[in-house]
């Protein structure tokens, strides 16, 4: 029976669910034939270079030689994931990162020790876990709690805001700010600053729990054909212009 789910859904500590897409295994394993590409063509180009210096250095070489195709495999994969938050250059190119489980970024140690446990007589096994999966994990993500998941694509329509510059043209609208709170600032930043990567019923959950009872508390009335994230920026911007945060 076949238990794999397509979504992944996280709570922030702002208290909101961020849904990720997981990656299925066609897109993984796309991923890691563009990876066994380059792969392939860096293990040529390090041929030939140590074929050269073994003219020169023949011991020496030789060692390297083992090292290289000992490891190669397991470096490549483990060290830029580490490095590159979660991505090779297959996985960027398809727009896939490899993340916590717990909808935080991977560590370094959860990197590599997922990439250990690639084992190619493994294959069999992982694929047959990732069908047997919620999370489409392999047997390398059960043991680092991480999941593969399709990058989030930001929207055009909003940018982050831009809270430390000049000020912002809707402030006129927010009134004084009497008795908002540091926390307050921070969960209206948090959300401006995520907005344009959640999915929109997020966008709209998000806006009606956390602005829309602030915008009540401090009789913030709406404008007529704009977005709330634009007062929210303003908000940001007028509230920490003041308490000098930025």
Same mark, same amino acid.
């Given at each position: 029976?076949?238990?794999?789910?397509?979504?992944?859904?996280?709570?922030?500590?702002?208290?909101? &669910?961020?849904?990720?897409?997981?990656?299925?295994?066609?897109?993984?394993?796309?991923?890691?034939? #563009?990876? $066994?590409?380059?792969?392939?063509? %860096? %293990?040529? $180009? $390090? +041929?030939?270079v140590t074929a050269?210096?073994? #003219?020169?250095?023949p011991d020496l070489v030789l060692l390297l030689q083992v090292l290289l195709f000992t490891f190669g495999f397991y470096l490549y994969f483990g060290l830029q994931e580490a490095l590159w938050r979660g991505q090779t250059l297959g996985k960027k190119i398809l727009n896939l990162r490899v993340m916590s489980a717990d909808g935080t970024p991977v560590t370094p140690s959860g990197a590599i020790l997922r990439n250990l446990l690639r084992f190619p007589p493994l294959f069999i096994?992982?694929? &047959?876990?990732?069908? #047997?999966?919620?999370?489409?994990?392999?047997?390398?993500? #059960?043991?680092?709690?991480? &999941? &593969?998941?399709?990058?989030?694509?930001?929207? +055009?329509?909003f940018s982050p805001a831009p809270h430390q510059y000049g000020e912002h043209v809707f402030e006129n609208s927010i009134g004084e700010l009497k008795g908002m709170t540091l926390e307050d600032y921070h969960a209206i930043k948090r959300l401006c600053d995520r907005f344009p990567e959640l999915p929109p019923v997020t966008q709209a959950r998000s806006i009606a729990e956390i602005w829309e009872p602030f915008a009540e508390?401090?009789?913030?009335?709406?404008?007529?054909?704009?977005?709330?994230?634009?007062?929210?920026? $303003?908000v940001v911007m007028k509230y920490g212009r003041q308490r000098k945060l930025v």
């Open positions: 029976m076949i238990l794999v789910i397509d979504r992944l859904h996280v709570l922030t500590p702002d208290k909101v &669910v961020v849904t990720f897409n997981l990656a299925a295994f066609g897109s993984r394993a796309g991923a890691f034939i #563009l990876d $066994a590409i380059f792969l392939g063509m %860096f %293990f040529y $180009a $390090a +041929s030939t050269i210096l073994a #003219l020169v250095i096994v992982d694929l &047959v876990c990732m069908f #047997l999966n919620k999370q489409s994990q392999r047997i390398g993500d #059960l043991v680092s709690h991480t &999941v &593969v998941v399709h990058e989030p694509r930001a929207r +055009s329509n508390e401090h009789k913030i009335e709406p404008i007529p054909n704009v977005h709330p994230i634009y007062q929210m920026e $303003a």
